[in-house]
C-alpha cells in the first residue's frame, strides 16, 4: 500500500506526540518536500506547535508535475496540491488528509482518503493507544482543532468509548 500524508495530520499527530502511529499503521509513508516546509513554517510561527520536528522516517520526495486541472483551486494549498499531485504520480491507495476540498479531489482521482481522526480510530482499535477521549480533548483545547459535537460523539463510539 502507498500512502502519501497532507500537512494536517503529520503536524497534529506530532502535536499529540503521536506521530509513530504513522509507521505502526502503514510502514513507509511519502510526503513532498512542500508538506515538510508547511510543517516547519507552522512550528516555527505557530505557538502551538513550536519546537514540533517533522518525523525523519517520511519519504520526502517531489511529485513530477503540479499542472492539473485541480491545481489552480483557489480552495486547496500548495502542500494539498502537492500532497495530490505525489498521491496520483505514485499510484497511491490512501492518502491522508483533513481539509474538505483536497479529499473531494482525492477522492475524484480514485484515491481513498484518511483523516486524522481515522487514523486515531484504527490506532484504538488495533490498541496502539489507550484512550481516544483525552486525545480529542487535546486537539480540540489545545491544538485548535476543530471537531463538531456529532462527529465527536461518534469517533467515540466507533471505539467502545461511549455507551
Known sequence: ???VADTSVVLNLCFLKQEQL?????GTVHAPFQVKAEFLRLASCDRRFSGLTFPVFIQLSDPQSLTHSWS?????HAGEIAAL???????ASLILM?????????????????GLLGILI??????????MEPLLDQLQHEARF???PALRASVLRAVGEVG
Open 72 to 76: 489552480h483551486s483557489p480552495a486547496l
Open 1 to 3: 500500500m502507498i500512502v
Open 22 to 26: 504513522l509507521q505502526k499503521l502503514f
Open 146 to 148: 476543530w471537531i463538531s
Open 122 to 131: 484504527q490506532s484504538r482499535q488495533r490498541e496502539l493507544i489507550t484512550a
Open 85 to 91: 499531485s505525489l498521491a496520483l504520480e505514485l499510484k
Open 98 to 114: 483533513d481539509e474538505a476540498e483536497g479529499r473531494a479531489v482525492a477522492t475524484s482521482l480514485q484515491i481513498s482518503t484518511m
